[in-house]
């Protein structure tokens, strides 16, 4: 009875297209499946019941073991870590522990965690390998972990949770990030008037839109889908907001030079992403929509299923500002995002939770570049982040800096460019005084 009851439930979830079925016994049943379109809705059929099993790119035998407690899981094979993986995960831990790599990733996957950890999935399939090889393979990196779907925040919280917490200074696994609130953009100004210091300003924040696990676990199906999606959204953007989008494949060489002038045409993932295994099908569903001021700008599935960006020449914050805000309010009228109650937005780096808002500078600081260091004390002072002029892992170009807001998590969408705004004025009021 339970399995005609579990048969029922998955012909009544919307995402799931039944294409055949058997009562294999009393305790389990055989379904050929095929999502629609992604089998993260799987996960609900069950009417709350658990159900673990792989994503589906394809119509696929499931077998579903019903529990006595009339629980269901996939057949223990299909959960359990293969053996190559174990290989690679046992290689890749032990290359970490003998490094002298500086990462979060080596600094909280301890022995004991890595044990606790390296057995389990996600019903999307993901391991532990999954979220650490990025920051095996790349033992210089900051951070050095990724999350696969959204699911391994939670799966593998022993190891996140404590990552995020040193990142997002202090964001404990007992604290709950705040509602979205972005205040009141009037109290913003122009930070540098006289066009001395900053050279261009943006503001953007990530998303991920609900239903679709992140880049590793996207099929190429899904990519083409979201493409589709988001390109037909946008088209419905009007006023300031109203521009074209642009797919990278077939993309025209004149279009694509157009882009890369402009500095708008991103390229397949940096080594980082590549690791993290971010970049399959490529370029399939990737595009990139701009404005007719070349002041609004959106990536579609670059290292996140959406990247929505607001920038311009000179200092203005607040006018950046409020044009991601009108975007990201209209935007997600049309697409729901994936949000999490204790996380916030999700996405696929750690670093990029909760507001996932980054504001920024690229600013002139000649008196303090002189010394990096008291440059690196004041801006850590006011939780700001200096990075090169391309951003991250780049080296500043003619004494240019990208300086931006580090926290995103535990304030809100209005604390976390306020501070930015606060931190950037006081390192010109220091540079007018050097």
Not at 204 to 219: A, H, I, K, Q, V
Request: with cysteine; aromatic share 8%.
């Amino acid at each position: 009875m339970r399995s005609i009851s579990l048969l029922r439930r998955c012909l009544s979830n919307p995402r799931i297209v039944i294409k055949k079925w058997s009562v294999c016994n009393k305790h389990s049943l055989c379904i050929s499946a095929r999502p629609r379109p992604a089998v993260a809705g799987l996960a609900r059929a069950a009417g709350g019941n658990r159900l673990n099993v792989q994503r589906i790119a394809a119509p696929t035998i499931l077998h579903l073991a019903v529990d006595s407690d009339g629980c269901t899981s996939a057949r223990k094979a299909a959960a359990m870590v293969d053996a190559a993986t174990m290989e690679k995960l046992e290689a890749g831990f032990s290359k970490l522990q003998a490094s002298d790599s500086k990462s979060l990733l080596k600094k909280y996957l301890t022995k004991e965690v890595f044990d606790a950890l390296k057995n389990k999935k996600t019903s999307f399939g993901s391991t532990l390998l999954d979220c650490i090889q990025s920051g095996i393979e790349n033992l210089d990196s900051g951070v050095g972990i990724y999350a696969p779907d959204a699911e391994s925040y939670t799966v593998f919280a022993d190891l996140f949770d404590p990552i995020i917490e040193d990142y997002h200074n202090g964001f404990k696994k007992t604290d709950k990030h705040p509602p979205k609130n972005w205040g009141d953009v009037e109290t913003l100004g122009n930070l540098d008037p006289g066009s001395e210091f900053i050279v261009s300003t943006r503001v953007r924040c990530g998303r991920s839109m609900e239903g679709y696990p992140f880049n590793p676990c996207l099929t190429e199906g899904q990519y083409k889908e979201m493409e589709d999606k988001v390109s037909s959204t946008l088209s419905g953007l009007e006023g300031e907001l109203k521009g074209t989008f642009y797919p990278l494949t077939g993309m025209s060489k004149e279009v694509q030079q157009k882009l890369i002038d402009d500095h708008f045409l991103f390229k397949e993932g940096d080594r980082f992403l590549q690791a993290a295994n971010a970049c399959r099908f490529w370029p399939t569903g990737r595009g990139i929509y701009h404005n007719e001021n070349k002041t609004f700008l959106i990536w579609c599935n670059e290292e996140d299923h959406l990247r929505i960006i607001s920038m311009q020449m000179g200092g203005d914050l607040k006018q950046v500002y409020k044009r991601l805000v009108t975007a990201v309010n209209d935007i997600e009228k049309r697409i729901p995002f994936s949000h999490n109650d204790r996380l916030g937005f999700l996405t696929f780096c750690p670093t990029n939770l909760g507001t996932t808002v980054r504001a920024s500078v690229h600013i002139k600081l000649p008196k303090l570049a002189a010394d990096k260091a008291k440059l690196e004390e004041v801006a850590s002072k006011y939780h700001l982040q200096v990075r090169g002029t391309r951003g991250e892992h780049t080296e500043a170009e003619g004494g240019v800096y990208d300086i931006s807001n580090k926290r995103r998590m535990g304030l809100t969408e209005y604390d976390a460019v306020k501070e930015m705004y606060d931190g950037i004025a006081e390192l010109i009021k220091i540079e007018k005084s050097l």
